[in-house]
């Protein structure tokens, strides 16, 4: 199997979704360093962003994109449910990263040390839901780890290293997924 490099900076919720994932399936990988928004950012990634990851020549960004190609491509635990319907509620839940919780919880909170009510009702909206899914379920779909939940755990560290712990309150059903994540050594291995 050719050598994988992961560009993008370490602080990035995205990068550690990818760092995450070749953690939990032992890959070897290297972090490489990108000059954000110059010229040799768009040669990797055409709208600038992280992460991008690049095996032999080809070049891939998306970091669902590059989920599902780790996943696939390398021995270890599958991080996907073979079931088709389970496989789809999982796309669902990166899709929800993706397009809401990446939005409330990490754009919004990243604009300001002092977020407004606005925002941090949206912030406490979100998280409801997901303590909601969370609650008698180990991981977001039961008792696996999946991809999903290595999208979530990176917006949500993020979330709470920002926020005061008020915003967090009475989610106990995510609180004990928080605890579980944190005690993997995928976890661990990417907090810098
Ligand atoms: N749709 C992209 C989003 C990636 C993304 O937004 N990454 C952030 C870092 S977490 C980024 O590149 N931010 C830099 C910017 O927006 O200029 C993906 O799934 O990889």
């Not at 032992?26 to 055409?46: A, F, G």
């Not at 709208?47 to 994109?65: H, K, Q």
């Not at 088709?84 to 669902?92: D, F, K, S, V």
């Not at 409330?104 to 912030?123: R, T, W």
Request: aromatic residues 10%.
């Amino acid at each position: 199997m050719k050598h994988l490099e992961l560009f993008g900076f370490a602080g990035s919720t995205y990068v550690r979704t990818a760092r995450m994932i070749c953690e939990e399936k032992h890959v070897d990988y290297q972090l490489k360093p990108l000059e954000v928004r110059e010229e040799s950012h768009r040669v990797l990634h055409p709208f600038m962003r992280m992460p991008v990851m690049r095996i032999g020549n080809t070049i891939l960004y998306e970091t669902s994109a590059i989920a599902t190609y780790i996943d696939e491509s390398f021995d270890g635990t599958r991080l996907t449910p073979s079931e088709p319907l389970a496989r789809a509620q999982m796309h669902q839940w990166i899709s929800t990263c993706n397009d809401y919780l990446y939005r409330d919880l990490v754009q919004a909170l990243l604009k300001s040390d002092d977020p407004s009510d606005e925002v941090l009702a949206a912030a406490r909206q979100d998280l409801e839901i997901v303590d909601r899914q969370l609650r008698g379920n180990l991981f977001l779909l039961g008792g696996e780890i999946y991809l999903c939940d290595l999208f979530l755990a990176p917006m949500i560290a993020y979330a709470k290293s920002k926020a005061k712990t008020s915003l967090f309150q009475g989610l106990d059903g995510l609180s004990a997924w928080e605890d579980r994540l944190e005690s993997r050594a995928s976890y661990s291995a990417t907090q810098s």
